[in-house]
């Protein structure tokens, strides 16, 4: 029988019938679906309404980071993440700035951009200040759209409007900056943007198409810095080779991708461990440090008048307490209590904090003993498991190969048969 991806009614099923259509599809066994259809501490009626087509749940390790300070108060840091060496990381950049402070941080704003994009506008200078004219307008039409949002303190704060030159032609690009607290609040100011295209129509004489969050949030920046003191982290030597990675990733896009990535692992961890948009947060990341024209460093790195490292960090931070998954699912609202926030201003400058953290100790190991030290103990159990090796075997065939050197699945294969033949 030909398999068909055409399954009638499949978004209409239960997820344990969608289970069902699949294993006959792919051919998965009674334990492979035992398993998909455990969905561990994410109740199975919860996921089905927060996405489409659920058929179980994916679950990811949720460690915790110690030795956080920020801003004078001790903090535990949640993470979900399947990479080893992560939570790690946080740990140990935090401990090496743990008695000279910790982490300073602040937070711009909590303001959103939402974009209106108009077209075919025959006199866009002009159409641009008559928009501007609206501003009485545009926030009363904004501000109905979200009562509870004015009542906690939000709403409108202004309105901007671009010329933009495209290959398409000019544009008329206009912008929605709105307060969203303690939301994220992508679909607050896309309700805003949608309920004020037909007015932007009538004012410009042109055409709307898209009305959309732009998810450069650069009003809504977080900072992070400390200062590592040279003997704490092993020297001057250790210290130049810091800000030397540094200046490589500031200088130099390929490195530049590596260098933001490992600041993602620790932010993104956080983000998803509280029930955020991690691809909000990302794409806010990668933009802005996109934004001089080059590609370059989220982070920087200096020397202190006293010969300490100085290590900061600033990045757009949309994340929120309300909103998605962060009220609805039970893990997020525990990792919310483990950080003990109780705002969206808190998390974000928290989340900051981490990726500087994460960043330190990446350049710490690769100025100094590579990367790959840290990583292997838990590499090579990945390993050991990945050739088949169970319980106690695990631990055992992880150290054979971090003794011998030589962390491969081959090898891995070769020490289990041995201990299972011994
Ligand atoms: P939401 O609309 O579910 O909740 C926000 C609303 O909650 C506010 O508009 C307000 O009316 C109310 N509210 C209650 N208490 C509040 C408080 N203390 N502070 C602020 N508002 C409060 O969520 P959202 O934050 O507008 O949207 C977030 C979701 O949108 C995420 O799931 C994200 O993945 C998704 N999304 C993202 C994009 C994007 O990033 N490009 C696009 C579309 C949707």
Redesign the pocket.
């Known amino acids: 029988m030909t398999k068909t991806s055409r399954i009638p009614g499949f978004h209409r099923m239960a997820p344990r019938e969608r289970l069902a259509a699949v294993a006959a599809f792919a051919g998965l066994d009674a334990d492979a679906v035992e398993r998909l259809g455990d969905t561990g501490n994410l109740d199975a009626a919860l996921a089905d309404r927060l996405i489409e087509n659920v058929i179980g749940t994916m679950n990811i390790p949720l460690g915790v980071a110690t030795n956080m300070r920020i801003d004078g108060e001790d903090v535990l840091i949640p993470m979900a993440t399947e990479e080893s060496s992560v939570v790690a990381a946080v740990c140990n950049a935090g401990r090496q700035c743990y008695e000279n402070g910790g982490f300073a941080t602040s937070l711009s704003g909590t303001v959103m951009i939402a974009q209106i994009q108009a077209v075919n506008v025959a006199d866009p200078q002009a159409a641009r200040l008559r928009i501007l004219d609206q501003r009485a307008a545009i926030q009363a039409a904004c501000d109905a759209c979200?009562?509870?949002?004015v009542s906690?303190g939000?709403g409108f704060r202004d309105v901007e409007a671009r010329v933009l030159e495209t290959a398409g032609g000019v544009m008329l690009i206009t912008h929605l900056i709105v307060d969203?607290?303690?939301?994220?609040?992508?679909?607050?100011?896309?309700?805003m943007a949608e309920k004020l295209a037909p007015s932007i129509e009538r004012w410009t004489g042109g055409r709307v198409y898209l009305r959309?969050?732009s998810?450069l949030a650069d009003r809504r920046l977080a900072r992070a810095r400390a200062v590592w003191r040279c003997a704490d982290i092993g020297g001057v030597a250790v210290r130049d080779g810091i800000i030397s990675a540094y200046h490589f990733a500031a200088a130099d896009p390929y490195r530049a991708a590596t260098h933001n990535k490992g600041v993602m692992n620790g932010i993104s961890a956080v983000v998803l461990a509280t029930g955020?948009?991690t691809?909000?947060v990302e794409?806010g990341a990668h933009a802005y440090a996109a934004r001089s024209g080059s590609y370059s460093s989220l982070t920087r790195f200096e020397v202190t008048a006293d010969g300490d490292l100085s290590g900061s960090i600033e990045l757009p931070m949309?994340v929120?307490?309300?909103?998605?998954?962060?009220?609805l699912h039970p893990t997020a609202q525990s990792c919310l209590k483990i950080l003990g926030v109780t705002s969206?201003e808190r998390l974000a400058r928290i989340i900051a904090a981490v990726g500087l953290a994460q960043n330190f100790s990446a350049l710490k190991a690769l100025a100094t003993t590579g990367i790959q030290k840290g990583h292997m103990a838990l590499h090579a159990q990945n390993i050991a498991m990945m050739a088949g090796a169970l319980g106690d075997e695990i631990e055992r065939v992880a150290a054979a190969l971090v003794a011998g050197g030589v962390v491969r699945i081959d090898v891995a294969q070769s020490v289990l048969a041995d201990l299972r033949n011994s």
């Open positions: 979200d009562p509870v949002l906690l939000g969203t607290r303690d939301a994220m609040g992508a679909n607050a100011v896309n309700s959309i969050l998810n955020n948009d691809r909000a794409a949309a929120g307490l309300v909103g998605g998954a962060t009220r969206a």
